[in-house]
């Protein structure tokens, strides 16, 4: 692990640009409310960046001015694109949220912290955690919850036709119209079975907490008393959820499929599939990345050979079947 001064100024860098994004974003946004809580949670951010760096002043560090610190330039284009909901929603798609990373320093270097500056890192992270919650509320209340589960479901759809496309060309060589059909079964069952699956996981979820909730008022009728028990509050429709499932995953469907129907080659059509879905998956890690801080290149490195890997075992293992069952398709 890096050491303390280290991550305070990696943390200082954070809050100053988190600043200046929230700050960047009330500026554009039309409905007042959101626009008050997009400042209040910007002069948040401003607070935390001061406390990094009285901290790392106490330390002998020197640290970059406020004002010298600016967000990405993509970043603050993505929010010129799309509801600022939607941006802040795929910002939550990092490895570790500021209240993770801050938990984790509290426990590993609270040793090397005073009384006074550990308080006040406990205060930071229930911060963190207060306006996470208010972003999820009104994500919620919009219906853009559904926003990372499309981004996720679509990568399934993908990564998972790839490895049939792979598998199926190995045996159909000659043939790509039978592998593209054959592939389109597979993804229009996949999509029915992701939707189907949502739709029972949200309903279910619901079921139970209304059976706690019956449960909870029975309790207390009879007994006067109530139990302290906190249930989520049931606002995912699960009609809605389904929809989004499935259709995010024919929409990674299309990329490694759509060849097939245009060549006459399998290998060949193969190599558009892996290029198109190569480029869509570089495509949608270089923005989770970028958006979340993670690392560009080890982000694109995993989604990528986590596919490649994929659509090469799929190729084997078709291999190993038209070998073994002496297939040979003209």
Do not use: C
Not at 3 to 9: E, F, P, Q, S
Not at 189 to 201: D, H, L, P
Not at 312 to 330: D, P, Q, T, Y
């Amino acid at each position: 692990m890096k050491d303390i001064t280290a991550l305070a100024k990696e943390f200082y860098q954070n809050e100053i640009k988190d600043h200046k994004l929230y700050s960047a974003l009330a500026k554009r946004v039309k409905d007042e409310d959101l626009r008050e809580d997009l400042m209040r949670i910007a002069n948040m951010e401003k607070g935390h960046a001061r406390f990094w760096r009285e901290f790392l002043h106490r330390r002998g560090e020197k640290t970059e001015d406020l004002e010298d610190v600016s967000p990405s330039r993509l970043i603050l284009l993505v929010g010129r694109l799309i509801n600022p909901l939607v941006l802040i929603s795929l910002l939550e798609m990092g490895e570790a949220s500021a209240y993770t990373q801050y938990y984790r320093f509290l426990k590993e270097k609270g040793a090397d912290l005073s009384e006074e500056e550990v308080e006040r890192l406990k205060s930071i992270i229930l911060d963190e955690l207060s306006h996470e919650s208010t972003f999820r509320e009104k994500v919620e209340d919009l219906g853009l919850s559904n926003v990372r589960d499309m981004v996720l479901g679509m990568n399934d759809g993908l990564v998972e036709l790839l490895g049939v496309v792979a598998g199926l060309s190995a045996v159909y060589r000659h043939d790509p119209h039978i592998v593209g059909s054959s592939a389109v079964v597979v993804g229009m069952a996949g999509a029915i079975s992701m939707g189907v699956g949502a739709f029972i996981s949200v309903r279910s979820q619901r079921q139970v907490n209304e059976a706690l909730r019956e449960r909870q008022s029975i309790v207390a009728e009879v007994s006067g008393k109530s139990e302290n028990v906190n249930l989520p509050e049931d606002s995912e429709n699960e009609f809605r959820s389904a929809l989004f499932t499935g259709l995010s995953y024919l929409l990674g469907v299309v990329f490694p499929v759509s060849p097939y129907f245009f060549m006459g080659d399998s290998l060949k059509a193969l190599s558009v599939s892996l290029v198109l879905a190569f480029l869509v998956l570089s495509f949608v890690a270089s923005f989770v990345a970028l958006v979340s801080g993670i690392s560009l290149r080890k982000k694109i490195l995993e989604m990528v050979m986590s596919a490649g890997m994929a659509a090469g075992a799929s190729f084997l293992i078709g291999k190993a079947v038209k070998l073994i069952f002496g297939l040979e398709v003209s």
